[in-house]
Nanobody, 121 residues
């Protein structure tokens, strides 16, 4: 069973930047793709972005607006989400997901527990 652990969430002010990290318990093609989702209270889970094993292919959700960047660590079992110019509406629980294939929906087999990001105005 693959375990994903997110870190880096917290309370920030609007306009700040924040980088989330997610580390998988293994570094094999079982985590060929790693991605990020978020879920705000009362809303559906939203796709933010996904990246492949090499780090060369990335897909972003429509709401990223160019403010978020996803990157893969050199060890391949880590993925980062750099978030800039944060807005109040970015407040949500952010989830890391991983699996053997690139997806742009929530069909990943492995999920982290989530990390809270709260943006104050």
């Amino acid at each position: 069973q693959v375990q994903l652990v997110e870190s880096g969430g917290g309370l920030v002010q609007a306009g700040d930047s924040l980088r989330l990290s997610c580390t998988a318990s293994i570094s094999t093609l079982s985590v060929f793709a790693m991605g990020w989702f978020r879920q705000a209270p009362g809303k559906e889970r939203e796709f933010l972005g996904v990246i492949d094993w090499s780090g060369e292919r990335t897909y972003y959700g429509d709401s990223m607006e160019g403010r978020f960047t996803i990157a893969r660590g050199n060890a391949k079992n880590t993925v980062y989400l750099q978030m800039n110019s944060l807005k109040f509406e970015d407040t949500a629980v952010y989830y890391c997901a991983a699996g053997p294939a690139l997806r742009r929906h929530s069909g990943f087999p492995y999920w982290g527990q989530g990390t809270q990001v709260t943006v104050s105005t």
